[in-house]
């Protein structure tokens, strides 16, 4: 016997059975961020076009990983996606670039992991972007900040805004 | 005028071209970790089975991550990676688990990318796989740590181990 | 402010909720075409294994790009389509071949990007598959020509056939 | 006129249409083997660590295969599976391993190409972590043994488990 | 017999065999446009945001999958493209955008397809951002426009720009 | 310590570093066969367009499978394959279609993975396609039967034609 929904009895990996649960309407909201140089932040938002492209770019990559979840974590069931927002916040005070995605669904199961890929993803795209000129950036805090819709109830690690 | 290579003469994104570029062999290591509540670490680690499935389903998919980077970052060169390794290093103390992947190829462009998306992968599907006993798990400190084979030199941010 | 759905109001791409619209049976018919030489159409159609293959292999492709259409269009929903056809009709006096595709759903949303896409790909094939013969080829008036199923009412822009 | 559905009136693929069917729970179960030399099965199932290290990345491989299979077999619809289970059992008597994979939905089409396909990757990935030690291997009796949830009533070629 | 390379004696597809063929370094160019109501057109180009992220997302999909098109077209050779670039050309007495791909390798073959595939999906980006608005936008006179680097020599259809 | 290549010294799965391998032209061809019930296979080879289109699709279906195979089979190397073919060859007497893959690289590493894999999954399409009518087709013999080309010299287990 184990705790891990992903693990049978025998402790070996599958992609549980979801097929009895409910069909509900399922939002999970996700962050994470990446630490640079404050000259890499300033070279980022101080051109207009250069801050709409690599944050232009990153976000278009955190939707289509989104989309891509069940392909890259193995036991994810596919999903049909009704919505993804990824969203950027630069930080000047703290050297960094807040990111945010949020996903939704109509479906038995939950969309955390693609909320936490969607962040992931754009995150490394924005260091593909940067790295020519700044290596040692460092991608973090990623974390589920909000998931409601399912059958244990909301959680909430920090407040969402208001137009979520 | 700018100084991200991605970026063309007006700031729109391209990927560059790399075909002047020396073929080298080249090793790309990046880190990163996954924090949790001591009890989840130690429900991993405590069952051999059950540790044994985790890190494997979390190795197999950042292999295959690797594999996807260009498909993932908009912006990457497709490129025949020649070998690629992951680690996982459970740290009690701090209530976290430690991954490390190293990426190589022959080839035009390096492979840090690979190794970032690598670890990131890696420390999702451990937060798949545990996620029914603690939704707060949180994925940090993902960087790269070493890169060698290419015109800019070697990159060392931390020490890697004799083997790689 | 702004008329693309796509586009929130900060004017950023996302990939639009849809989880609220009414689930109903959907249709998408597009249309396409590839010009070439009279030689060229002539060496497809003239030879009933050359025909045969030549256009069974672009339907093939065309039938699987329409599948994957939320992995290449960034926006485009991922969908479970019920069916998928791909018709190719040469017209000798144009020098062309006309391309058709019919795409279906039950779903929240249309599948019209999914027959474009289906008739772009099929295109793209003939043209790789006869590129060493006639590198001048075209490939054109690639178009919706019938929507239904939605909210926003039946569009026609050409009659369909009766058995569709 | 034809018996093959997955060809139209003039005998050309489609993917045929399944938008007016009923959804339905439905199940399928596939078996396949490969065959190897006893000094192989040896050597994969003697040492703990390597067995649940093949079994373990097989398995992976397929269940991420099943979830592939629209995007590898041209005519089959994609579909949002709802369950996955491979299993693994060495049979020393006759110098093989057999595979079995269960594949789960709620929807209009059967998932027994999805079962089917689990099973031949899973069986593709042991042989290849086993190659360099006999390349003769051989990969054989790849069927689907039962499939239950649609219109055509229940299939039933061998017994499965009680606790599938 | 047949003309087809990618057809064998019995006129049968296959991946045609490359590897007697030299490594060269070359560069194929494709153009097409999508034509539009001119209302269309002048929302697309009046914002700057909205501008750019029309533009910026279907450059994106454009480069990303030019990556894809061995996975896309059955016949194509999977191949690591060293650079990849996307232009649009708002044209407003023709009430149309143009669209061009430039793409890079150094290989045993050309990389014409790539270039047209970049050039079709960046259109049908632009169509899916836009059909909201106008859902009868044309995609055309997608074709090969340069091509160097092979043993057929320089194909020349109409002159390129001078920095590519 | 132990035998299996893609496995380190802890037993743990990698993608083993070939970076250090000659880089040769190699070959793989790899056989299988599908057995079926005397009706259904004079259903497919009674029709000439059924026959062109059943084999046809499983073709592409075949060559499209080869080119993802490192996506597919965890540990397989990313590969540029140069050539791809696949035969089918119907067998009445003993009511089976025998199918045969050869794939062609220039690289530092063998391409039977990638000739199994084509062979696996045109006979899954071809049963996908007459699945149908005999839900009891049985998949096997699935063997590599001809490697050159790497330092483990020629691996021959049934004589390969002579136009290979």
Redesign the interface.
């Given at each position: 016997m184990?705790?891990?929904?992903?693990?049978?009895d025998?402790?070996?990996?599958?992609?549980?059975?979801?097929?009895g649960k409910e069909i509900t309407?399922r939002l999970a909201v996700a962050r994470?961020e990446i630490v640079m140089r404050p000259e890499t932040l300033d070279?980022i938002i101080s051109?207009k076009?250069?801050k709409?492209?690599?944050f232009?770019?990153a976000?278009?990559?955190g939707?289509?990983?989104?989309?891509?979840t069940?392909?890259?974590?193995?036991?994810?069931?596919?999903?049909?996606?009704?919505?993804?927002?990824?969203?950027f916040r630069p930080d000047q005070d703290n050297n960094k670039i807040e990111i945010e995605a949020s996903v939704?669904?109509?479906?038995?199961t939950g969309v955390?992991?693609e909320a936490?890929?969607a962040v992931?993803?754009a995150?490394?795209?924005i260091?593909?972007?940067?790295?020519?000129?700044d290596?040692?950036?460092?991608?973090?805090?990623?974390?589920?900040i909000h998931?409601s819709g399912g059958k244990s109830g909301v959680?909430e690690?920090e407040p969402i805004k208001e137009n979520q």
């Open positions: 184990n705790n891990f929904t992903h693990l049978d025998q402790g070996q990996a599958r992609m549980v059975e979801v097929g309407r994470g070279m051109g076009v250069t709409g492209e690599v232009g770019v976000r278009v990559a939707i289509m990983a989104a989309k891509q069940s392909s890259l974590i193995p036991l994810c069931h596919p999903l049909n996606l009704t919505g993804i927002d990824v969203q939704r669904i109509t479906g038995q955390e992991m936490l890929t992931s993803v995150a490394l795209t260091y593909d972007m940067c790295k020519a000129v290596r040692a950036m460092t991608i973090g805090a990623i974390r589920l998931k959680f690690r």
